[in-house]
């Protein structure tokens, strides 16, 4: 059983940054960033190897959200700029712990979910 946990969701105004943080307690193949807004489906935001050997982004955040992986503290990262009310969602951090040949953005692949931490952009 992998345990994660989420950091760093605030509020914040739109053009704004933030940084969210995602701790790990267990060895995982594949991380992921997903995001909720209440009444819709959970969305895949960006995902990337434990090797840090690949790494996919959702159409929506490409060239503003960055994932990264902190191997040596069990981390994952995702740095958010340029932030848009459309960003404004519970932003969950998931984890597949089998080898994979990819880290695909679907929800249903993915076997551990943290808690969420909320991210509130004003416009």
């Known amino acids: 059983q992998v345990q994660l946990v989420e950091s760093g969701g605030d509020s914040v105004q739109a053009g704004g940054s933030l940084r969210l943080s995602c701790k790990a307690n267990g060895y995982t193949s594949c991380m992921a960033w997903f995001r909720q807004v209440p009444g819709k489906e959970r969305e895949g935001v960006a995902s990337i190897f434990s090797t840090g050997g690949g790494s996919w982004y959702a159409d929506s955040v490409k060239g503003r959200f960055t994932i990264s992986l902190d191997n040596d503290e069990n981390t994952l990262n995702l740095k958010m700029n340029s932030l848009k009310s459309e960003d404004s969602a519970l932003y969950y951090c998931?984890?597949?712990?089998?080898?994979?040949?990819?880290?695909?953005?679907?929800?249903?692949?993915?076997?551990?979910w943290g808690q969420g931490t909320q991210v509130t952009v004003s416009s």
């Open positions: 998931a984890a597949h712990p089998w080898v994979a040949g990819a880290c695909p953005l679907d929800k249903d692949y993915y076997d551990y």
